[in-house]
């Protein structure tokens, strides 16, 4: 059966069907088909529900309510807030035409096309239920769910500074400038191919594209189409592959030329249905046909979903969905005091998606970013010389490479104003180079965990002698005051065992005082309640009343001021003594004792050892006192760090070579 459109007055009599009738906010009239004309205001706003058990709801329409007459009974109240009367006949709910010609001039009314983006209603069972409200729009469920979509914020800068440099990306002398307006019109581009090809809302699309400008546009392609970017590390294995594509199976992959080696290697990647490959179906300067509108999403609609390492085997899917997002750029916002029109020297792509939603221009550095330890420091150094960046967020590593290479040239990188580091530990001895190589900027140091990013902050000129000393006598490594959007929280440590849901007087009570020294738990908006199928969860999430709190697995404490202090990961506590142990204090002493770049403590076998860097020039001691730890052994070995920032110590290693 079909039905002809007509405008819009009132609905029409049609036996067996129930309709919904949402009256649109006044400043929608007129813009979507079925809305009200400009000069008609409604008296009252009437809605048809369905609450029974015969058929679901099958139709919507948008129309000018009025309430029906003699219509009576019970009041109840709907989950969107609109109050509920039964009709005085049941099974059967029509509405009349207006007696007012004013208020219904015209044509009686047209159904709602089910293409319409207003005509998927909830369906409900069939009990009709009138729902009037003298007077005024009521909100609507679920229409009054507001609609969030990331992409909205680049387009917003699109519109209001579409000149300025979005993205730099290249090597200096041929690289890459895309305007906010250039970048807008390749995010449209990238998203028509897609959405031809099939890519539609609610897919997972596996992005293997580095960091580049395609990674950009890929990411606010998919977003524009309400698709969840799924990512996961290559390095890994075959196996850790296997198991993201098991659990996720994706609709289609995006990557560079080079990734097709891997879905050739991969049986996993090779099943995936759709492929797509950037300077192939995908292409820069497409004069594609204009992308579908841009998909609603709500707060807890999936944007990125990366995988990380698992305690149990296997890896953690951590979801940001588009709210979680957004409460982190809110929290960056403050902590890395973001100004439009500022260009940032970015390493991190988190980071870099903060910078386009601010209006801060990105430049990508010329470097192979998945090994920050090990860049070429010459041109990076050369693009910053070009374009004077302001700011930076980067690991130490990085930034060390950098300083070593700008002291050895004996030319300081003076354009930089802000540089933020974090991701790995930040000893005094490394912002003490740091402050030698960028002597115009304020060195901050950031605390902050995939599921957790930021939790807390200090800039190095608010780190005492006194501070220092501590640190150099075993107290931890200062990080900072709590970020005012985290709510953080001492316990006692049992990393390793699951902790039961809490009831908040319980919670409160094992909250441990200052200077007690335990596992670091946090919540807030921008911090993940929960990882993909709940695998992890049970290790890594406590549940108190409303509120999930993560467990960073972090040891810390909170001195007298309220700032949190760090001792390393829980897993690698040891016993001396009859004493716990955090091996991280050490470590931070020992940098500062014998002027190295890192250290490292375990003890394999119930036998400490402290560690040196194979490159350390002097005479070893024979053993080595930190407050009240001695350690018996010093070795000079090369330590083992982590792949991602190389900067970390692998304790795993380090304990097999040990």
């Known amino acids: 059966m079909t039905f002809r459109r007509r405008p819009a007055r009132h609905p029409r009599r049609l036996h067996g069907q129930f309709f919904r009738q949402p009256a649109l906010q006044p400043h929608l009239r007129g813009h979507h088909s079925g809305a009200l004309p400009a000069a008609q205001t409604p008296a009252s706003a009437g809605v048809c529900l369905d609450r029974g058990a015969r058929g679901p709801l099958r139709r919507v329409l948008l129309c000018h309510p009025r309430p029906r007459p003699g219509a009576a009974g019970p009041t109840r109240r709907h989950v969107g807030g609109e109050v509920a009367r039964h009709p005085a006949r049941a099974g059967l709910c029509r509405t009349r035409p207006a007696a007012d010609p004013a208020r219904a001039p015209g044509r009686r009314g047209c159904r709602v096309s089910l293409r319409h983006p207003r005509a998927h209603a909830p369906r409900q069972p069939h009990q009709a239920l009138w729902q009037s409200r003298d007077g005024g729009v009521p909100h609507l469920h679920p229409f009054s769910t507001p609609a ?29 400038t895309f305007d906010f307006r250039h970048l807008e019109r390749e995010i449209h581009a990238c998203a028509a191919r897609l959405h031809a090809a099939g890519v539609e809302k609610g897919a997972r699309v596996l992005v293997l594209v580095p960091m580049r400008a395609e990674l950009y546009i890929t990411l606010a392609a998919l977003w524009h189409l309400g698709v969840t970017a799924l ?45 797509f490959v950037w300077g192939r179906q995908l292409r820069l300067h497409a004069g594609a046909a204009p992308p579908p509108p841009v998909a609603e999403t709500t707060d807890d609609h999936p944007a990125i979903l990366t995988f990380t390492s698992g305690s149990t085997g296997q890896p953690k899917g951590a979801v940001r969905t588009h709210g979680i997002l957004h409460a982190q750029y809110r929290a960056l916002r403050s902590a890395i005091a973001l100004e ?45 010389r070009r374009f004077r960046p302001d700011r930076c967020v980067a690991s130490p590593a990085f930034l060390s490479r950098l300083a070593e290479s700008s002291a050895e040239a004996a030319t300081p990188l003076a354009s930089f104003r802000k540089i933020y580091t974090g991701g790995a530990p930040v000893f005094p001895r490394t912002l003490r180079r740091l402050e030698s190589a960028f002597p115009n900027a304020r060195l901050t140091i950031l605390y902050g965990s995939t599921e957790a990013e930021p939790i807390s902050h200090i800039h190095w000129s608010e780190v005492t002698a006194a501070d220092r000393d501590a640190i150099k006598s075993g107290a931890g490594l200062l990080v900072g005051p709590v970020a005012p959007e985290t709510s953080l929280q001492i316990i006692d440590d049992r990393w390793g065992q699951p ?121 070893l001691p024979a053993d080595f006192t930190c407050g009240p730890h001695r350690i018996a052994s010093v070795r000079r070995l090369r330590i083992p760090l982590d792949k991602r920032h190389n900067a970390k110590v692998d304790y795993a290693r380090l304990q097999r070579l040990l």
């Open 148 to 176: 969030v979509n990331l992409v909205s914020l680049l387009y917003d800068r699109a519109a209001s500074i579409p000149d300025l440099p979005a993205i730099i990306d290249g090597r200096c002398g041929s690289e890459r």
């Open 231 to 275: 990512f996961l590390d290559p390095s890994a294995g075959r196996h850790h592959i296997a198991q993201c594509c098991q659990r996720t199976r994706p609709d289609g992959v995006i990557g560079i030329p080079k990734a097709r080696l891997l879905w050739w290697f991969h049986c996993p990647l090779r099943r995936i249905p759709k492929k």
């Open 340 to 384: 439009a029109g500022e260009i940032e020297l970015a390493t991190m792509p988190v980071i870099a998606l903060v910078n386009l939603a601010a209006g801060i221009t990105t430049l990508i550095p010329d470097a192979d970013l998945s090994r920050p330890g090990f860049i070429r420091p010459g041109p990076v150094l050369d693009q910053c």
């Open 499 to 619: 902790i039961p849901a809490q009831t908040e007087a319980d919670w409160r009570a094992a909250r441990l005082p200052p200077g007690r020294i335990g596992e670091i738990v946090v919540a807030g908006e921008h911090v993940i309640p929960g990882y993909l199928d709940g695998i992890g969860d049970e290790e890594n999430k406590v549940r108190v009343g409303d509120t999930v709190w993560h467990r960073t697995g972090d040891a810390g404490t909170l001195d007298a001021e309220g700032r949190l202090w760090l001792l390393g990961r829980c897993a690698v506590r040891f016993e001396l003594e009859g004493r716990p142990v955090y091996p991280f204090a050490i470590e931070c002493a020992a940098v500062e004792t014998f002027d190295v770049p890192l250290a490292a403590c375990c003890a394999p076998g119930g036998r400490p050892h402290l560690v040196l860097p194979d490159t350390h020039p002097g005479p």
